[in-house]
């Protein structure tokens, strides 16, 4: 029975990894599709970065997610958080800045 509690740790901890690569793909994969989708001309407009950088930081980010830096470390991170602040800052500013209707 000793040996048991390290075995529960290791897979308590795999669970939780793999729930955080799952919400960190979804984000990540979500954001930049939805950059790809957008106008180039609306991101200026809403004085963001152009759409290139915010393509190429999800993308990047994104990249090194599935490379198998994992969502822990500090790429993984650092894409979560620029996942986030796309969905959560410019694409509002893009929805406000068109008719505001619709799920993109």
């Known amino acids: 029975m000793a040996n048991a509690a390290p075995i529960f740790a290791f897979e308590v901890?795999?669970?939780?990894?793999l729930i955080l690569?799952?919400?960190?793909?979804?984000?990540?994969?979500v954001a930049l599709v939805?950059?790809?989708?957008?106008?180039?001309?609306a991101f200026p407009a809403?004085?963001?970065l152009p759409k290139g950088g915010w393509i190429a930081i999800l993308a990047v980010c994104?990249?090194?997610t599935l490379l198998g830096f994992g969502p822990i470390s500090?790429?993984?991170?650092?894409?979560?958080?620029a996942g986030l602040i796309y969905?959560?800052?410019?694409r509002i500013g893009l929805r406000e800045?068109?008719?505001g209707k619709g799920f993109w």
């Open 13 to 17: 901890r795999y669970v939780i990894e």
């Open 21 to 29: 690569l799952v919400f960190a793909l979804i984000v990540q994969g």
């Open 34 to 41: 939805h950059a790809i989708t957008q106008r180039s001309d």
């Open 46 to 48: 809403i004085g963001t």
């Open 62 to 64: 994104l990249v090194l």
């Open 74 to 81: 500090l790429f993984g991170l650092i894409g979560i958080a």
């Open 87 to 90: 969905l959560l800052d410019v």
């Open 97 to 99: 800045l068109g008719d």
